[in-house]
């Protein structure tokens, strides 16, 4: 957890950064013109998907202990002392765009300066993560991409669903993981978002997803409460389904969940899956919000 003093200190740098490079109010966020405000470059000789030995020797030299968390997963490192940010050149450019603006928030947040050679991989990028220096990253890079409150700005304007935040995530230049999980978490509205790992098992008699994170809106939790829910979902489950049978997206879900309190609730779902997780954004039937705008989703995701 981050203490509001931290955050706020986090705020100013993440606002001062985008000021100096000129990036605020620009969209998508120049996230490249931000790196090099931060003098920081991207290396284009090194691919963490398809690292080399001798790469590999000069990470262990600088960190004895860095590979622990398992080279295989590594989305990306930041070496302090050369001022470079390398990078699983595998993810989507979306996916990028969040992971060297976490890299940029190791560097920018000077308290941090402790660590010589940072390597982030796919725990350390979770939203969950118990590690304070890899939560404060997140935040700061969550803070930037969105632009501190241009996002809950532009959120405002759209009904409550799951292609508002899959529409920002094309202004703002995110993926639409961060995009949705932002919108969840600064809404107003009773929301949740239910994120679900790759189908691992082939069997439709058994389980054959688990859930990856579980995010709420602050009146999601007040009004609700936490959903009782398990680690693994098999075909009884309606979005486990969809999943099943390889469904893209549709905003015609209904659900009947048991909160922690064991009360049921009757929920809306939309689906969506791009092609490495799926999406379930939960909201309780009649839960709305009063808008103009409407979306139509015209572009691929």
Same mark, same amino acid.
């Given at each position: 957890?981050?203490? %509001?003093?931290?955050?706020? !200190?986090?705020?100013?740098?993440?606002? &001062?950064?985008?000021?100096?490079?000129?990036?605020?109010?620009?969209?998508?966020?120049?996230?490249?013109?931000?790196? =090099?405000? #931060?003098?920081?470059?991207?290396?284009? %000789?090194?691919?963490?998907?398809?690292?080399?030995?001798?790469?590999? %020797?000069?990470?262990?030299?600088?960190?004895?202990?860095?590979?622990?968390?398992?080279?295989?997963?590594?989305?990306?490192?930041?070496?302090?002392?050369?001022?470079?940010?390398?990078?699983?050149? $595998?993810?989507?450019?979306?996916?990028?765009?969040?992971?060297?603006?976490? +890299?940029?928030?190791?560097?920018?947040?000077?308290?941090?300066?402790?660590?010589?050679?940072?390597?982030?991989?796919?725990?350390?990028?979770?939203?969950?993560?118990? &590690?304070?220096?890899?939560?404060?990253?997140?935040?700061?890079?969550?803070?930037?991409?969105?632009?501190?409150?241009?996002?809950? =700005? +532009?959120?405002?304007?759209? +009904?409550?669903?799951?292609? #508002?935040?899959?529409?920002?995530?094309?202004?703002?230049?995110?993926?639409?993981?961060? $995009?949705?999980?932002? /919108?969840?978490?600064?809404? =107003?509205?009773?929301? #949740?978002?239910?994120?679900? &790992?790759?189908?691992?098992? $082939?069997?439709?008699?058994?389980?054959?997803?688990?859930?990856?994170?579980?995010? /709420?809106?602050?009146?999601?939790?007040?009004?609700?409460?936490?959903?009782?829910?398990?680690?693994?979902?098999?075909?009884?489950?309606?979005?486990?389904?969809?999943?099943?049978?390889?469904?893209? /997206?549709? +905003?015609?879900?209904?659900?009947?969940?048991?909160?922690?309190?064991?009360?049921?609730?009757?929920?809306?779902?939309?689906?969506?899956?791009?092609?490495?997780?799926?999406?379930?954004?939960?909201?309780?039937?009649?839960?709305?919000?009063?808008?103009?705008?409407?979306? /139509?989703? $015209? !572009?691929?995701?």
């Amino acid at each position: 957890m981050i203490d %509001d003093f931290t955050k706020s !200190e986090i705020d100013k740098i993440s606002h &001062e950064l985008l000021m100096q490079s000129k990036a605020l109010d620009v969209f998508p966020t120049p996230v490249d013109r931000i790196v =090099k405000q #931060a003098n920081l470059v991207i290396s284009s %000789d090194v691919d963490l998907s398809q690292i080399q030995h001798s790469f590999l %020797d000069i990470i262990k030299e600088k960190s004895k202990n860095a590979f622990k968390k398992g080279i295989k997963k590594l989305r990306g490192a930041l070496d302090r002392d050369e001022k470079i940010i390398y990078l699983d050149l $595998s993810q989507l450019p979306n996916r990028q765009n969040f992971v060297k603006l976490h +890299e940029v928030g190791h560097e920018v947040l000077k308290w941090q300066n402790q660590i010589v050679l940072n390597l982030d991989d796919d725990q350390t990028l979770s939203h969950e993560t118990n &590690e304070q220096f890899e939560t404060e990253a997140n935040y700061f890079a969550s803070n930037t991409i969105f632009q501190n409150g241009r996002f809950i =700005k +532009e959120m405002e304007r759209f +009904e409550l669903g799951i292609k #508002a935040p899959m529409q920002l995530s094309k202004h703002f230049g995110s993926s639409v993981h961060a $995009s949705l999980r932002n /919108y969840v978490v600064q809404s =107003k509205n009773k929301c #949740a978002l239910l994120v679900l &790992e790759p189908i691992k098992s $082939s069997l439709i008699n058994e389980a054959f997803c688990s859930k990856r994170n579980l995010f /709420y809106s602050n009146s999601f939790l007040f009004d609700i409460g936490e959903l009782e829910l398990p680690e693994l979902f098999g075909y009884t489950w309606a979005f486990a389904k969809d999943y099943w049978f390889k469904k893209r /997206y549709h +905003e015609k879900g209904k659900i009947t969940f048991l909160t922690k309190a064991q009360d049921k609730l009757n929920a809306n779902y939309h689906f969506f899956n791009n092609g490495y997780n799926a999406f379930v954004f939960i909201f309780p039937i009649g839960e709305t919000k009063k808008v103009k705008t409407k979306i /139509y989703l $015209s !572009e691929k995701f």
